[in-house]
């Protein structure tokens, strides 16, 4: 039986200041619209600190609070999203002593946190080796890719990745976020490539997909969810051509990956050709 996904109560969107944060935060506002969630931004305030050449840091005197700075970037984030979404439910908020990221003490249960490549490369950079990022998070991580904000709606549907491996709650989320924006998952699993698939054995094509289909059929029979189970299909894609991967997300909302456990050089190999947002899903027991 699939965990029960309940839905994500708020989309949060990390307000960093990259250069991307506009793109995120855009997607972040038409992605709550869709599923009729609230949207929260956040913030961590970041003092600008002199390094000194024993590699110690103070703050010059003279430097801004860093208050100030953090609520200028909500006020110009709020004001973008409210000229596209005016009805659309936001909330602010500027956290303080709790580090310089999001992290299970800065977001509630239920949250999806959606934050850009540069906040996914430097929650990376911060999360132990031995330690996988979305169960570090605990709560689901969205990375926007590089560029214009991807599409939300327009008969886009929510791409679910799946392999030699493919947890129940990616599978559950994949299925829930489809059921939420009133669209289908599709099932795409690789019999070729090993990159994000976890294909450590390659059976022929047929073989592949039959066991990929039984997989999918086990974890949503007997699932208690609040809508019927979305429609669904399975692909199989043959070529470890970068263009094959990026054609298939072009037509996806999301691309969920199968498990917690993907490797950051990968996510990081996909969000330079990936056309969709990427998702990583914290293993049921991580999620708060």
């Given at each position: 039986?699939?965990?029960?996904?309940?839905?994500?109560?708020?989309?949060?969107?990390?307000?960093?200041?990259?250069?991307?944060?506009?793109?995120?935060?855009?997607?972040?506002?038409?992605?709550?619209?869709?599923?009729?969630?609230?949207?929260?931004?956040?913030?961590?305030?970041?003092?600008?600190?002199?390094?000194?050449?024993?590699?110690?840091?103070?703050?010059?005197?003279?430097?801004?609070?860093?208050?100030?700075?953090?609520?200028?970037?909500?006020?110009?984030?709020?004001?973008?999203v409210q000229v596209r979404q005016r009805d659309l439910e936001v909330t602010t908020q500027i956290v303080l002593d709790d580090g310089p990221r999001p992290g299970p003490a800065s977001l509630r249960p239920g949250d999806l946190l959606v934050t850009g490549v540069t906040g996914?490369?430097?929650?990376?950079?911060?999360?132990?080796?031995?330690?996988?990022?979305?169960?570090?998070?605990?709560?689901?991580?969205?990375?926007?890719?590089?560029?214009?904000?991807?599409?939300?709606?327009?008969?886009?549907?929510?791409?679910?990745?799946?392999?030699?491996?493919?947890?129940?709650?990616?599978?559950?989320?994949?299925?829930?976020?489809?059921?939420?924006?009133?669209?289908?998952?599709?099932?795409?699993?690789?019999?070729?490539?090993?990159?994000?698939?976890?294909?450590?054995?390659?059976?022929?094509?047929?073989?592949?997909?039959?066991?990929?289909?039984?997989?999918?059929?086990?974890?949503?029979?007997?699932?208690?969810?609040?809508?019927?189970?979305?429609?669904?299909?399975?692909?199989?894609?043959?070529?470890?051509?970068?263009?094959?991967?990026?054609?298939?997300?072009?037509?996806?909302?999301?691309?969920?990956?199968?498990?917690?456990?993907?490797?950051?050089?990968?996510?990081?190999?996909?969000?330079?050709?990936?056309?969709?947002?990427?998702?990583?899903?914290?293993?049921?027991?991580?999620?708060?």
């Open positions: 039986m699939v965990v029960e996904h309940r839905g994500t109560r708020r989309v949060v969107a990390w307000v960093d200041h990259s250069a991307d944060g506009a793109v995120t935060t855009r997607w972040a506002a038409l992605h709550a619209a869709a599923r009729r969630l609230p949207l929260h931004l956040i913030q961590f305030p970041r003092a600008p600190a002199d390094v000194s050449g024993d590699g110690s840091a103070e703050i010059a005197l003279g430097t801004p609070d860093p208050t100030v700075a953090a609520a200028l970037a909500l006020r110009y984030a709020l004001r973008r996914y490369i430097e929650l990376a950079e911060h999360t132990p080796a031995t330690a996988h990022l979305p169960d570090t998070i605990g709560a689901p991580l969205v990375v926007v890719p590089l560029g214009d904000a991807p599409p939300v709606g327009a008969g886009l549907g929510v791409v679910l990745l799946a392999g030699a491996r493919l947890s129940r709650q990616a599978a559950a989320f994949a299925f829930a976020t489809a059921a939420d924006l009133g669209t289908r998952v599709d099932v795409v699993q690789s019999a070729v490539d090993g990159m994000a698939f976890g294909a450590d054995d390659r059976p022929g094509p047929t073989r592949a997909a039959d066991g990929v289909q039984r997989r999918v059929r086990s974890l949503i029979d007997g699932a208690t969810t609040p809508h019927p189970t979305p429609a669904w299909t399975i692909s199989t894609l043959r070529s470890t051509s970068w263009r094959a991967f990026r054609a298939v997300t072009r037509t996806a909302q999301l691309t969920v990956l199968p498990d917690p456990t993907e490797p950051d050089e990968n996510v990081r190999r996909l969000l330079d050709i990936t056309a969709s947002p990427l998702v990583l899903v914290p293993a049921p027991d991580a999620v708060r």
